[in-house]
């Protein structure tokens, strides 16, 4: 129950929105639901990183909620999604017990002792007949990271298996390619706080009004009169207020920033001392003297002027110029050498390691962080190397598990599990916390895909999701707002959250589920000290050290809630280093040199360009900021579904529609080479002629995309496709 309501906004609903009890005809509150105390939690749905404050009854359930005041992320906002955070936990689609298909087909409800043997007995039957590369797991971004680390080293230090990957690989697989190759270490450097010290700020494939509303507001604080420039083919909400909009052609950045490099070096506006940290000038430049502007104005669709003038934008001496980029950049087929084409364009102007300067990616979901350095998936827990032998051994010794059982076999991609699958290689999948069903590219593929499995598992805190449905075997989880950990967000702060509901029925945290799980496999002793999520997160903590993301300064949670978050890293004796801390400062990476690393090869062409056939490029993206990603937990909540259009829509150009014949609101269907929906029109100048936009919250959406993968991070590119309309 919330004892709020929303008003008209134009923008993010802050503090001021909430309303004394007993308005809007609510009448008197009962005193068994008015707030006697308050907890913190940081929200559960995108790497944003808000602070929310939690209003608790007597018996400490929370029956409301606002943003937290002071909060170093937030300030005392928070877009829709947080303000309703409360509500999908009371949806009457929860789990409620396990689930398990009978002879007949149908799941029906059974107790946890017998859904633990089937678990353990269709996996270890599996594992006997097939091998330990026959079994997989996808999961997520949105658990804490405490159970994200229980999760990995369960299943490949005590369970045996080799193949698991998250649903961060959708989102932010390239940025940490990126970075890593860049870097040496998957480490975004900057802090919120550089929206409000850039004097230009560069937003590339990322329309922030709408899917990080809160870090708009940070611009939107920012009192040097920055400019802000988009580069992005839509006409989105965010370029629409923005001081500049770059209307390119889709999948023109990486040639657009080749040139913009071209003129830089071209006209010498470098930082001489950044470059001295910098490996690879010289092939560098001798790279881009092909990308002169006259040569990528076809590609681009910008003239050559515009591209001039811009370059001077991003490398004029003196000013703070900050690089920002999501989706648009991250989901492309070639998506790691666009990204680096940035961090390129700062470490050759010098705008790194200072205020207001920086390549900075926005994070997708919540915790994707958090998977990055603990999931176990990519990389060895606590950002370690799986084929470094001093990792491993630092692994076994510090979480006191046999030497031989650390494997040193890297995981297949997401896309390589699925494709594995589909090749009779892999016969079980264990779905945690995500919805590939539903999320996952070319989604028409997976449902013949399910006839290959022999055992399908999935983890959910809803019983009806695209993949609950299909399970042989549900596991009701708890959600946000039921359980407790850290999550990372983009600036690398660790927040808390914290149990504020019960679950439901028989539902328990995906931690309790692992720690059962290791119980039931025979592996529990492996875990004794894994009791808790502060016990583990203690445990992590100290395998940090010594690596980038060192976080052994932390003392707890509560200095962590103390502390308004804390950013990585905070090693010992690490001091009073201030709520907002960027990376680089010194002029040092974590490469083996110390040197930063130019990495840049030729644009490649992209993967399904229109034609007769097909003559509309489909573009994908966030339609709304009220709903998240697959609506699993917003489409339950009333208020959001009242904010957001129920049935699926696509945006096209006016003069498209009047070539065919099209009228607004009219249901149309869309077709791709991959499968069909309907959507009905609307008629939008901010979509270019020859492209249509979809949201992407819709279920119908992928079975549209085109499965084309970036050749460094594997990131597929949800982006761009070629469809066609039928009335």
């Not at 006209?267 to 560098?284: H, L, V």
Request: with cysteine; net charge neutral; aromatic share 8%.
């Amino acid at each position: 129950m919330s004892f709020f309501s929303l008003k008209s906004h134009n923008g993010p609903l802050t503090a001021d929105l909430v309303q004394e009890p007993g308005q809007f005809g609510l009448g008197k509150v009962p005193s068994r639901l008015k707030p006697v105390c308050t907890a913190t939690s940081i929200c559960g749905y995108c790497a944003t990183g808000c602070q929310l404050k939690l209003h608790l009854d007597a018996e400490g359930n929370a029956i409301n909620l606002s943003p937290q005041a002071g909060y170093p992320v937030n300030s005392g906002m928070a877009c829709p999604k947080g303000w309703q955070a409360l509500d999908p936990l009371d949806s009457p689609d929860r789990a409620t017990v396990p689930l398990l298909r009978n002879h007949k087909g149908k799941l029906e409800p059974t107790d946890w002792s017998t859904a633990l043997q089937t678990f353990t007995t269709k996996l270890k039957s599996i594992k006997s007949t097939h091998g330990k590369e026959s079994v997989a797991f996808l999961s997520t971004g949105q658990i804490p990271l405490e159970e994200m680390a229980f999760l990995g080293c369960l299943y490949k230090f005590g369970m045996g298996f080799v193949h698991a990957d998250a649903n961060t690989r959708q989102c932010m697989a390239t940025a940490a390619t990126a970075y890593k190759q860049s870097f040496g270490f998957d480490s975004p450097p900057g802090t919120y706080a550089d929206f409000e010290q850039s004097d230009v700020i560069v937003l590339i494939g990322a329309n922030l009004c709408i899917a990080h509303p809160i870090l708009w507001q940070r611009v939107m604080r920012n009192k040097r009169n920055p400019k802000i420039i988009v580069i992005d083919p839509r006409a989105t909400e965010t370029a629409q207020v923005a001081s500049q909009h770059i209307s390119l052609r889709p999948k023109g950045d990486l040639p657009l920033l080749y040139a913009l490099a071209h003129c830089i070096l071209r006209d010498g506006r470098i930082d001489s001392t950044s470059i001295a940290n910098t490996e690879g000038i010289e092939d560098f430049t001798e790279f881009v003297k092909s990308y002169s502007p006259s040569s990528v104005t076809e590609t681009t669709g910008i003239p050559t002027e515009t591209i001039e003038a811009l370059a001077l934008d991003v490398s004029t001496p003196g000013k703070r110029v900050s690089w920002w980029w999501t989706m648009g950049v991250n989901q492309s087929h070639e998506g790691t050498r666009t990204a680096q084409a940035i961090i390129n364009l700062c470490l050759i102007t010098g705008n790194i390691g200072k205020p207001g300067t920086g390549p900075n990616s926005i994070t997708g979901q919540c915790n994707a962080m958090g998977s990055r350095l603990f999931s176990n998936t990519t990389s060895l827990v606590a950002g370690h190397d799986y084929a470094d032998e001093s990792h491993r051994r630092k692994i076994s010794e510090q979480l006191g598990i046999p030497y031989e059982k650390i494997t040193s076999q890297p995981s297949m991609a997401y896309d390589e599990i699925l494709e594995a699958v589909i090749a009779g290689k892999i016969k079980a999948l264990w779905i945690i916390a995500t919805n590939p069903f539903h999320s996952w590219i070319d989604s028409g593929k997976l449902e013949k895909l399910r006839e290959n499995l022999d055992f399908l598992v999935v983890q959910d805190m809803y019983h009806n999701t695209e993949s609950g449905l299909l399970a042989d075997l549900l596991l009701p989880a708890a959600g946000w707002g039921e359980k407790s950990g850290c999550f990372i967000n983009s600036e690398r702060r660790l927040g808390t959250i914290k149990p504020v509901r019960r679950a439901p029925g028989e539902a328990l945290t995906d931690f309790r589920i692992f720690r059962l799980i290791a119980d039931a496999w025979g592996c529990g002793d492996l875990f004794s000290k894994w009791t808790d999520p502060q016990a583990v997160f203690q445990l992590l903590k100290n395998l940090t050290k010594d690596r980038p993301c060192d976080i052994v300064g932390i003392e707890n949670y509560e200095h962590i809630d103390r502390e308004g978050g804390i950013q990585w890293p905070f090693p010992e004796l690490s001091g009073d280093h201030g709520n907002e801390r960027r990376l680089f400062e010194d002029g040092k990476y974590y490469t083996s040199s110390g040197k930063a690393r130019l990495h840049f090869s030729p644009p490649t062409a992209m993967p399904e360009p229109v034609d007769p056939e097909y003559p509309f490029l489909l573009i994908t993206g966030r339609g709304t900021s009220s709903q998240w990603h697959t609506q699993s937990r917003t489409g339950k909540s009333k208020v959001l579904k009242k904010l957001y259009p129920a049935d699926p829509y696509f945006e096209i150009n006016p003069a498209d529609a009047t070539k065919y014949g099209i009228e607004a609101n009219a249901a149309i269907e869309i077709r791709s080479r991959r499968g069909k929906m309907s959507a009905r029109a609307y008629l939008a100048p901010t979509v270019q002629s020859g492209q249509l936009f979809l949201p992407m919250h819709y279920a119908e959406v992928n079975r549209l995309t085109y499965p084309a993968f970036d050749p460094h991070s594997r990131q597929p590119g949800y982006k761009a496709c070629a469809v066609k309309l039928l009335k």
